[in-house]
């Protein structure tokens, strides 16, 4: 097949970090079919100038500028989207000869997506991932355009069978909505030596419990929840440290808070690091945390627990599903006492590490590849057809 991805979670120079599951994903969708991802550049991110280049290997890619107007009129946004789309590479596009779309967010990427694929006589599959769903969707006038998008899709791919399930109360077809959880590449995250790890990290000093953080810094991801219940933990264990590894608007007040708290020296913030970089992280760190306030699955969960590291996160979305209690603490949102608790008690757990190993190698690329494939093929009938004569 020839495929068109479009996309805002994908790399590109403006943020050659951005959507590592994605880039992932397409780039072993592009080993069985030609696969262009074209990826919408937020015009502000445009302005701020280039941080890096970004090569796949096997893909097409290409970007273009979504502008719109700042601040106000989000429920414009898939109509500003479409139609910075279409001035910008709507010839190219209509030239391609694609046989099928993949949308990767819900609003407004899937949105403009489905008008794309209406113009072009196409089909559209959608694949949402979290807040596109928990969030987006739960405003007024962007829920109907979200819930329009996806009952006209051919499919709806799910990374979680809670949001599976919001697909389903939007008015999907279940019997189109189908959940396909991410996959770990096993060759980069696996168990290792947690004292070779910290040394390759300059973190040989560190002499009591590695907590670890590793996501957006913002208030959302639960990164200043984070931050308080260090601190009543910390008080039981003087030689804990806490690490974010990620950027984002809360930086600047993680630094104020770490400081009035009084644990400024125990808390370190290490920055974004690219996505190869982050196995060690995770075989340095006795724990994950992630109390996040929405989730599909994340994508840090699976890769931290291929490492055999235990994980405390949050009960939110698709994290129950994929974190077994054998592999880490789940605390209810927003409860910091319980979280500060849940870090307390799993610090002073003996925890069974390749038995969490051997848990997230169920979660692979090439069962995600080959279910996304199906879906794709199955959505595009003349593709199908072709495939049936040969």
Known sequence: MKLLVLTNLFPTPWDPLR???????????????AVDVLTAVDFRERLRGRRGEVQVPGLRT????????????????AACWLLSLLLQRGWRLRAAGYDCILASWAYPDAVAAGGLA????????????????????THALRRPQIAASLR????????SRALAAKAVALGVDPARVHTIYNGVDGGRFAPGDRGEARARL??????????????????SKGCLDLLE????????????RLVYVGEGACRNLLVAQARALGIEERVRLAGAMPHASLADWFRAADLLCLPSHNEGVP???LEAMACGTPVV?????????????YAGRLVPLGDRAALADALAQAAARTWDHAAIAAHARSFNWESNIDQLDAILQQAAPAVAVAEVLR
């Open 152 to 159: 006209a899709a051919a499919a709806v791919v799910a990374v």
């Open 118 to 137: 209406r113009l072009l006589g196409i089909p559209c599959v959608v694949k949402v991932h979290g807040s596109d769903l928990n969030v987006q969707a």
């Open 202 to 219: 300059g973190l040989e000093d560190i002499a009591g419990p590695l907590l670890l953080y590793v996501g957006n810094l913002k208030e």
């Open 299 to 301: 994508n840090v969960v």
């Open 19 to 33: 959507g590592a599951f994605n880039r992932q994903q397409f780039e072993r969708l592009g080993r069985r079919h």
């Open 62 to 77: 290409d970007h273009f500028v979504f502008v719109y107007p700042p601040r106000f009129g989000r429920a414009l946004h």
């Open 229 to 240: 219940a260090f601190a009543t933990f910390a008080a039981t264990q003087p030689e804990a």
């Open 313 to 325: 996160a949050t009960r939110v979305g698709g994290i129950p599903e994929v974190v077994p209690e």
